[in-house]
């Protein structure tokens, strides 16, 4: 069965410094893609950044990356330049291309930016 | 396009109530989702549906019902409330396996329940 795991609980970064975030899974499948969540205080899940295993190409959006080892079953988060807005709750998740479409996340990073 | 819709935001229920959790898409997708998020955890997903008509359980579906007579709604049934089932509801869609960003989940604001 695939897991997600983020052993991250909890990280601080100083506003307009860069942070990491990390997840690993576990999985058998070739083909899959790889989602960053965020959860922000209002509770509303929002989709971050999406990666497509087959790509050996870094998804990147705005001040959003990811590093993505399918070797090593790695998909981290950096966040650049962070934002005080930037200060949620971050979730990795994993879906496969089958049809049941079943996503499964990880428990989350809280992610605190000190000003 | 509203996106994924739901109501109520917030209900206060009695043990042994029942009530039932509306959601709604207006994207057109096959796929519908619940999931439940408990305080400092994950989501989990309850049920699922792949299409009017079609409904599977996922991790957690003791205690709930659900239907999808529509496309565009898919009720979630809590029928005899208990205070385990106290916790934040997420309704989510996606457009299933058509290609580019269809895959990926969009999901409502939450609803949360409180039992008492």
């Known amino acids: 069965a695939q897991t997600v795991t983020q052993s991250q609980p909890e990280m601080s970064v100083q506003e307009a410094e860069t942070v990491t975030l990390s997840c690993t899974y576990d999985?058998?499948?070739?083909?899959?893609?790889l989602f960053w969540y965020k959860q922000p205080p209002s509770r509303q899940m929002i989709l971050v950044i999406r990666?497509?295993?087959?790509?050996?190409q870094n998804a990147t959006e705005n001040r959003f990356s990811v590093n993505f080892q399918k070797a090593a079953k790695s998909f981290s988060l950096k966040i650049s330049d962070s934002q005080l807005g930037d200060a949620a709750m971050y979730f990795c998740a994993y879906r496969t291309t089958n049809r049941d479409d079943k996503i499964i996340f990880g428990k989350g990073t809280r992610l605190h930016i000190l000003p | 396009n509203a996106g994924v819709t739901q109501t109520p935001k917030f209900r206060i229920l009695k043990i042994g109530q029942s009530m039932t959790l509306q959601c709604a898409q207006d994207m057109n997708h096959n796929y519908m989702y619940w999931y439940r998020q408990d305080p400092g955890m994950g989501l989990k997903l309850i049920y699922y549906?792949?299409?009017?008509?079609?409904?599977d359980k996922g991790e957690v579906p003791n205690g709930y019902n659900v239907s999808r007579s529509t496309t565009e709604d898919f009720p979630l049934r809590l029928e005899l409330a208990a205070p385990s089932q106290t916790s934040v509801y997420f309704c989510?869609?996606?457009?299933?396996?058509?290609?580019?960003?269809?895959?990926?989940?969009?999901f409502g604001p939450g609803t949360r329940l409180l039992v008492l």
């Open positions: 549906s792949v299409g009017a008509g079609i409904t």
């Open positions: 999985t058998s499948e070739s083909d899959y893609y």
């Open positions: 990666q497509e295993a087959y790509k050996q």
């Open positions: 989510a869609s996606s457009g299933g396996l058509a290609g580019g960003y269809q895959e990926t989940q969009y």
